[in-house]
């Protein structure tokens, strides 16, 4: 799994002089809710990695997706067996870029645009999130919402109304500087 993380990191990112600025998350959470009539359906994934460049204003992050834990095991079940079919698409990705840089004081309201693939499915989206400096770290928190038919995610008709055709996603990274070692 290792060599995965350092993969990811070293496609996404190309390793300059300018190590300083780029900081890694590597237990982010991933957290998303889907409101229906006979029962809601909500999942947190506290495994997600994330790389922030702010040079380049560039961020990613990365997903397996039976990461996601659940209240009830079938709804783990149905989410990966079913629906996201993890044995096929076994992680989410996102790539994207700050549209401002950043400045040192306070809390800070940023755009970022990008792509996020689920389910073999490629979309843009554009996500407002918060970006608070810490002495030691950055955190960026927000939430976007993603369409279900968007990403090719097949719903049985009598299931239909037991899921809902947007999802709230909710993420939030602690950044700490990526030590190039």
Known sequence: MNKLKLLLIFSIFSLGNSVAQQFIARQGQVTFFSYASVENIEAKNNQVLSILDF?????????????????????????????IESDLYPKATFEGFLLEGLENAGPQTQLIKGKVTIHGITKDVDIKTTIQKTPESYNLTGEFNLTVNDFNIKIPPILSKN????????????YLPHENN
């Open 55 to 83: 040079d380049k204003k560039e961020i990613a992050a990365s997903m397996l997706m039976r990461a996601f834990v659940f209240k009830k095991d079938l709804m783990h079940e149905h989410f990966n067996d079913s629906y």
């Open 163 to 174: 899921i809902a055709k947007i999802v709230l996603v909710k993420f939030n990274f602690q």
